[in-house]
């Protein structure tokens, strides 16, 4: 059974870089696509772009402009992990951010719990 | 691209049936037969229940069922129970080789 797990601060100062990286178990990084989602508190859900094995990566078309040129989505296959970079955030920024994996027919089989991560100083 | 539109709520009694509409263009659920669905409960996950338009996950009630006609896909409970009560969500791949979700629909169970 895949299972995926966020981890990361809880607590980013505005202006400053959130990071935040996902491990894959119970099965291998070297298929499929893998993603990340935001939730805003009390929103929708909000797909930011996904990445394979091999790096190639597709961010949201839209995303605004301000937030696709903050994010970055990076994999590691040797240590089953992919990451997220969002740099110069803002309180909008704030959400429960969640990895996933997207499977066959470009659905998203297996989710993350979530991690939320709030943006104060 | 915009996101996928879908009503803000929907509500129905006990053992009816209700229909949550999810309406893209032909660029993404128009254009692909790769329509799927969510449920997600306050606090959770969301938790997949509809892919490829009208397939189940292994092991899902056969409440729930998919459909698509022309730009619109289409969400169906039936047979409504109060653990249906929750936020439903639909996604389509789309022609940029991106996923678009919809703005989610609220589900009341009267």
């Known amino acids: 059974q895949v299972q995926l797990q966020e981890s990361g601060p809880g607590l980013v100062k505005p202006s400053e870089t959130l990071s935040l990286t996902c491990t894959v178990s119970?099965?291998?990084?070297?298929?499929?696509?893998w993603s990340w989602i935001r939730q805003p508190p009390g929103k929708g859900l909000e797909w930011i772009g996904f990445?394979?094995?091999?790096?190639?990566?597709?961010?949201?078309?839209s995303l605004n402009p301000s937030l696709k040129s903050r994010v970055t989505i990076s994999v590691d296959t040797s240590k089953n992990q992919f990451s997220l970079r969002m740099n110069s955030v803002t309180a909008a920024d704030t959400a429960v951010f969640y990895c996933?994996?997207?499977?066959?027919?470009?659905?998203?089989?297996?989710w993350g719990q979530g991690t939320l991560v709030t943006v104060s100083s | 691209q915009s996101a996928l539109t879908q009503p803000a709520s929907v509500s129905g009694s006990p053992g009816q049936s209700i229909t949550i509409s999810c309406t893209g263009t032909s660029s993404d659920v128009g254009g692909y037969n790769y329509v799927s669905w969510y449920q997600q409960h306050p606090g959770q996950a969301p938790k997949l229940i509809i892919y490829?338009?009208?397939n189940r996950p292994s092991g899902l009630s056969n409440r729930f069922s998919g459909s698509k006609s022309g730009n619109t896909a289409s969400l169906t409970i039936s047979g409504l129970q109060a653990e249906d009560e929750a936020d439903y969500y639909c996604s389509s791949y789309a022609t940029t080789d991106t996923l678009l979700f919809g703005g989610g629909t609220k589900v009341t169970v009267l």
């Open positions: 490829a338009v009208n």
């Open positions: 119970g099965g291998s990084i070297n298929s499929y696509y």
């Open positions: 996933a994996r997207v499977g066959n027919y470009k659905r998203i089989d297996y």
């Open positions: 990445i394979s094995h091999s790096g190639d990566t597709n961010y949201s078309p």
